[in-house]
């Protein structure tokens, strides 16, 4: 199961109803955080999660609504005395970005681990799960994220006992090892079915609507996606400031597939985002204009 919640809906100022923009995932005792907008501590703390458990903060690109939250949140974490070493992964530059940043939090008792992005797409195999990153068309370096869980096959009993496995060996078989007994190898895949479906969650902000998002938010479980602009006379604005409309948002959900879509990274002049969707539910129907705090659980299929 992946806890998702959207700590902050705002793009480019802070409004005393939006926070600006940030995404929080939970998932089998590790959060992610997506970008650290100002105002990110305090919507974590109304949502009463914690940032102790925060084991990677990805960073979709360096505009100060997507990063003026950092500081704060890592002199938080080192009052807490956090000792593991906490991962970064954004844009190149960010180990100069972040370490300038700090020049207002410069003891932390955790060593940063940065991973910069320099490719159109990257895989970073994590503990349980993946976060794949792909780059946007924003009008500086900007990357979309996915955070994929997979996974593997039902463990078939019978077809162990056919062949006689102990079951003392049943659990390494099912975590995907492969183990030896009395000169006999015996491989997970044969006690394994046809991998089942996993989650995904995909996360673009600032961007205009390019195929590559469609492509990586394929059949995802939540798209959260930005809608900058809303109203149809913003559409050469959205344009030329390297952002996306409520309608080009919804096509690149149905083109994918997803299952549902979440507007986000509101305009400050956009006050009522929500009574907006109607018009785009024509072409994407199961989308909300997320709110700050906006929470799901995504859980397997039951198989």
Wanted: net charge negative; with cysteine; glycine share 8%.
């Amino acid at each position: 199961m992946i806890d998702v919640c959207l700590l902050g809906t705002g793009g480019m100022m802070p409004l005393p109803y939006r926070y600006l923009t940030s995404l929080m995932l939970r998932y089998n005792g590790v959060s992610v955080l997506i970008d650290c907008g100002e105002g990110t501590q305090i919507a974590m703390k109304e949502k009463g999660w914690s940032p102790n458990p925060i084991g990677v903060i990805c960073f979709t690109h360096f505009h100060a609504d997507h990063i003026s939250g950092l500081p704060g949140m890592l002199l938080t974490m080192g009052n807490a005395d956090r000792k593991e070493p906490l991962v970064m992964i954004g844009p190149k530059g960010l180990e100069r970005v972040v370490q300038s940043l700090r020049v207002i939090a410069p003891e932390l008792p955790f060593e940063i681990q940065f991973i910069e992005l320099s490719e159109i797409n990257h895989t970073i195999e994590m503990d349980g799960f993946k976060i794949e990153a792909f780059r946007v068309s924003h009008n500086v370096v900007c990357y979309g994220y996915n955070l994929v869980v997979e996974r593997k096959g039902k463990f078939l009993v019978e077809k162990a006992k056919e062949l006689g496995i102990d079951v003392r060996y049943w659990n390494k078989l099912q975590n995907g090892e492969d183990v030896v007994v009395e000169d006999v190898v015996y491989t997970s895949d044969q006690v394994l079915g046809l991998p089942r479906k996993g989650l995904k969650v995909t996360y673009c902000t600032d961007s205009r609507p390019v195929q590559i998002i469609a492509e990586f938010a394929k059949e995802a479980d939540l798209f959260v996606c930005e809608g900058m602009y809303a109203e149809v006379e913003k559409f050469e604005k959205a344009k030329k400031n390297k952002h996306m409309t409520f309608p080009e948002a919804a096509q690149l959900a149905s083109e994918a597939k997803a299952k549902e879509l979440w507007l986000t990274h509101f305009s400050p002049s956009l006050t009522w985002p929500e009574s907006y969707v109607k018009q785009v539910k024509g072409i994407f129907d199961n989308v909300i204009a997320a709110k700050d705090g906006q929470t799901i659980e995504l859980d397997f299929d039951k198989e």
